[in-house]
């Protein structure tokens, strides 16, 4: 039997404060310290919109500098708590499996987060860290999931009928692992941390990387939640797609390498709760791929703004140079 904790350095409390009056949600969340911001953000929204809540958030960290711990430590408050779980070298993934930008360590850490949590609480929620919490993520811990391992929601068709090609499981019910609310009691008597990791490292392929492991493993073990908890969205330049989303939407959760935190991307909403976090006085990085800014800079030509397109596209070829060297 593998021991989790074996995995954890060290386990460090920013600030531990609740109210009285109010219900706790336990939420947790894995990066390393290219995806600090944008947890960072995450979690701003989670705070925004969640009023009335104890909000004891457990983040898994994979080298994260001191500047972003002390801005992290920023968002705690009278109802906010966070503990840091420090990620050392046991933790350890077979690097085959890594193939996608989406597979990192980090990502795979959801694997032992409820294991680790369990003595804590009996209902976790897990959210990645491209996500923006637009109401109470309240509204997901009040479904009943006693006899489930886990509450999920489905992933895009288009995907779905991917995974059919894939695996021996039922791709109708193919679920994204970007939200969780998870049963940790169940999940520890299913054991699903050791054969998750053991999964992951039996040296197959596994293209989606953990998201496909946790849907071998938890194949009718599931309660499917509503599309709201989980909304996927691929924006371009403009971000015009944030336009169109459902106004009941819960989640909104940014799936493609055109991430909102990106320079070269409008997005709105991105913009709106990055200036509600501590990182607003920050820079934002410039761009994922050389060619969203190429495709950036055909925009701003587009808009009329000639001067600023021969800039980035001087970027752009910058870029392109580079890379051939």
């Known amino acids: 039997m593998i021991n989790v904790s074996n995995f954890i350095d ?46 004891h958030f457990h983040l898994f960290i994979d080298n994260v500098s001191e500047k972003n711990l002390e801005k992290f430590k920023e968002l705690c408050s009278d109802n906010i708590s966070i503990t840091l779980y420090y990620l050392n070298n046991n933790f350890v993934i077979n690097p085959k499996t890594l193939v996608l930008h989406i597979a ?9 987060m409820p294991k680790i949590l369990v003595s804590i609480t009996d209902k976790l929620i897990y959210i990645d860290s491209d996500i923006i919490c637009l109401q109470s993520l ?40 970007g939200v969780l609310l998870i049963n940790t009691k ?32 938890l194949e009718n073990k599931t309660l499917l939640l509503p599309i709201k908890f989980n909304t996927k969205i691929k924006i371009s330049i403009d971000a015009h797609q944030e336009k169109n989303i459902k106004p009941y939407t819960v989640i909104l959760h940014y799936i493609s390498q055109n991430k909102p935190w990106y320079k070269v991307y409008l997005s709105e909403i991105f913009t709106h ?21 190429r495709n950036y800079a055909k925009y701003l030509i587009k808009k009329g703004h000639y001067v600023k397109a021969i800039y980035y596209y001087g970027i752009y070829l910058k870029y392109k140079l580079l890379l051939k060297k």
């Not at 009040?142 to 995974?163: C, H, L, R, W």
């Open 138 to 177: 309240a509204k997901i811990a009040e479904y009943n999931i006693d006899n489930y391992v886990a509450g999920v929601i489905s992933d895009t068709k288009d995907m779905q009928q991917t995974i059919s090609k894939m695996y021996k499981i039922d791709s109708t019910k193919y679920f994204n692992a």
């Open 10 to 55: 060290q386990i460090k409390s920013l600030a531990i404060k609740s109210n009285p009056d109010y219900p706790t949600l336990n939420i947790a969340l894995g990066f390393d310290d290219n995806y600090a911001m944008p947890a960072g953000v995450a979690i701003s929204s989670v705070i925004k919109n969640t009023p009335n809540y104890n909000l």
């Open 186 to 217: 169940n999940w520890c008597e299913a054991n699903i941390s050791e054969k998750a990791l053991e999964l992951i490292n039996d040296g197959n392929i596994y293209k989606f990387a953990d998201q496909d492991v946790l849907n071998i493993l």
């Open 104 to 112: 990192t360590v980090s990502t795979c850490v959801r694997f032992i």
């Open 273 to 293: 709760y990055f200036q509600l976090s501590p990182w607003k006085n920050e820079k934002l990085p410039l761009s994922g791929d050389s060619s969203s800014i």
